[in-house]
């Protein structure tokens, strides 16, 4: 159970980090798919909290690497703000200690009323 759970992760860190080295190879901003693919390890903590797990973090990690221009903060803000609105029980305080708790801070933070297009 414990090895497949864990073989598991390895895939997605794996997977999470193939969208996004091909988001560089054709220089297109992230998508909404690639980001929610880094950041889905990451929900059990927003909603529950107890400890984030490496994959989470991982995943932060890529993110914020990822981030090459405005527009890929915009549409990665636009991306997370949307999608957390959809988790019933989403805690916007934890989803905003993720940087701190990952070492790899975000550039900006989401909550329901963040406007995503004043980021620069
Ligand atoms: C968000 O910010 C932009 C740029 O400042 C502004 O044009 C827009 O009206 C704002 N949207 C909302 C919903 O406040």
């Given at each position: 159970m414990a090895k497949f759970a864990e073989s598991r992760m390895a895939f997605t860190?794996?997977?999470a980090c193939m969208?996004?080295?091909a988001s560089h190879v054709d220089s297109a901003t992230l998508t909404c798919a690639q980001v929610t693919v880094?950041?889905?390890p990451c929900i059990s903590y927003a909603v529950y909290g107890g400890t984030v797990s490496p994959v989470c973090c991982q995943g932060i990690k890529t993110l914020n690497a990822a981030y090459k221009t405005a527009e890929d903060r915009r549409s990665a803000c636009t991306c997370i703000r949307d999608t957390a609105a959809t988790i019933p029980g989403i805690n916007y305080?934890?989803?905003n200690a993720l940087g701190g708790i990952c070492n790899s801070p975000c550039p900006f933070k989401v909550y329901p009323s963040t406007n995503c297009s004043k980021l620069n």
């Open positions: 860190v794996v997977l969208l996004v080295a880094l950041l889905t305080e934890r989803v």
